[in-house]
């Protein structure tokens, strides 16, 4: 069964303070490890899929990479409007599902 | 529409009480998920369409939890005999073809609330 762990639970930065966010992963057959923002009430929004170890991805002041066991969502110089929580998702095997952790809840204070 | 649409947006329902939420996905995209998410969980998967047809319902928690997609377009989850512990945001979900980029387009959920 696939599973993910994000860490930590919840994050509080000052505005410019840069972080990483955890996602472990345990899945068979990695077909992709994907990230997600969620603003409250509101449905996930897609960010990075990324496929195999070594990736790397940016978009604006995020860049996630992957390794064979963890990814990590890196957060450069952080605004206030950074803040949501952050999914991470994997899928595996020859399923169309995807596995999704917990979030880290990203705070950046002004 | 330009996104994903879910009604209700809320439902509050009574123990025992038989719900419909309705999902009407992105003009042209073929396949069609539901997720659920409880207070600060992550969506669980409970059932992917490809076209028409439930190309996996292995996240259905039980046989009173069914969902359709009769043209290949908009999706209906049902919920026979509603227990309190169904009580979650039920998400649903859409993108072209089976989603290989991971890429799936989510509405803003039905909140269901079981007193």
């Known amino acids: 069964e696939d599973q993910v762990t994000q860490s930590p639970e919840a994050l509080r930065l000052q505005e410019g303070e840069s972080s990483s966010l955890n996602c472990s992963y345990t899945?068979?057959?990695?077909?992709?490890l994907f990230w997600y923002r969620q603003d409250p009430g509101k449905g996930p929004e897609f960010l990075f899929t990324?496929?195999?170890a070594g990736e790397e991805k940016e978009k604006e002041r995020l860049k996630a990479t992957l390794t064979k066991k963890e990814s990590f969502l890196h957060i450069t110089a952080p605004k206030p409007e950074d803040s949501a929580t952050y999914l991470c998702?994997?899928?595996?095997?020859?399923?169309?599902?995807?596995?999704f952790g917990k979030g880290t809840l990203l705070t950046v204070n002004p | 529409g330009a996104g994903v649409s879910q009604t209700p947006s809320n439902k509050v329902t009574e123990k025992g009480k038989y719900v419909e939420l309705r999902c009407d996905p992105i003009?042209?995209?073929?396949?069609l998920y539901w997720y659920r998410q409880s207070l600060g969980q992550g969506p669980e998967f409970l059932i992917y369409?490809?076209?028409?047809?439930?190309?996996?319902d292995s996240g259905l928690p039980n046989d009173r939890f069914f969902a359709v997609r009769p043209e290949g377009s908009v999706s209906t989850l049902k919920i026979q005999r509603t227990e309190r512990g169904d009580s979650a945001v039920y998400l649903c979900?859409?993108?072209?073809?089976?989603?290989?980029?991971?890429?799936?387009?989510f509405g803003e959920g039905s909140r269901l609330t079981v007193l």
């Open positions: 979900a859409s993108s072209q073809r089976g989603g290989d980029t991971g890429e799936l387009f």
């Open positions: 899945v068979s057959g990695l077909r992709g």
């Open positions: 990324l496929y195999s």
């Open positions: 998702a994997v899928r595996g095997g020859s399923n169309y599902k995807l596995t």
């Open positions: 003009s042209g995209h073929t396949a």
């Open positions: 369409f490809q076209g028409t047809g439930a190309a996996d």
